[in-house]
């Protein structure tokens, strides 16, 4: 679901683009997906606006599987500071989770292990305070 080099903590983003090409760059860098799907994440967010900011302080940017994606994999980049996507329930944003999904199928398994452990208080709470990625790393590897 999740490789260890696709975790970042107090990524120094500004803008939302900054923050979704950190989501892409740490998929691509986990050979998730190609440099045209990362470009593709952030066409999206330029053509449909923040659609997948989901939560408040949550986006989960993607792209089309047909765009790029290689396997099923999640980024973790959490912002220094919270950045303004523009939409006007769920901002700003501190949690930026990337999918990349080679199927219908596999996008709905990936959101499905996302919220189970959203849903869960400790681990909801690791992921926005944690300093140490190897304790966010361990959420992913014990809860599926």
Do not use: W
């Not at 679901?1 to 892409?24: C, D, K, S, V």
């Not at 912002?79 to 596999?106: C, E, I, K, M, Y």
């Not at 992921?127 to 809860?143: G, M, N, P, W």
């Amino acid at each position: 679901m999740i490789a260890r080099q696709a975790i970042q903590l107090e990524h120094p983003a500004n803008t939302p683009e900054q923050a979704i090409l950190a989501a892409g760059n740490a998929l691509l860098a986990s050979d998730a997906c190609t440099e045209s799907y990362v470009q593709a994440m952030v066409d999206n967010f330029h053509q449909f606006g923040p659609y997948f900011v989901i939560a408040p302080g949550l986006a989960m940017p993607h792209a089309r599987p047909e765009q790029g994606a290689l396997t099923p994999q999640i980024s973790f980049i959490r912002l220094r500071q919270p950045v303004a996507f523009g939409h006007s329930d769920n901002d700003p944003v501190s949690l930026v989770l990337g999918l990349s999904a080679t199927g219908q199928d596999q996008h709905i398994q990936l959101i499905q292990q996302l919220v189970t452990l959203l849903s869960d208080e400790h681990t909801y709470h690791t992921f926005l305070h944690s300093t140490d990625a190897e304790a966010i790393f361990s959420c992913f590897t014990h809860k599926n």
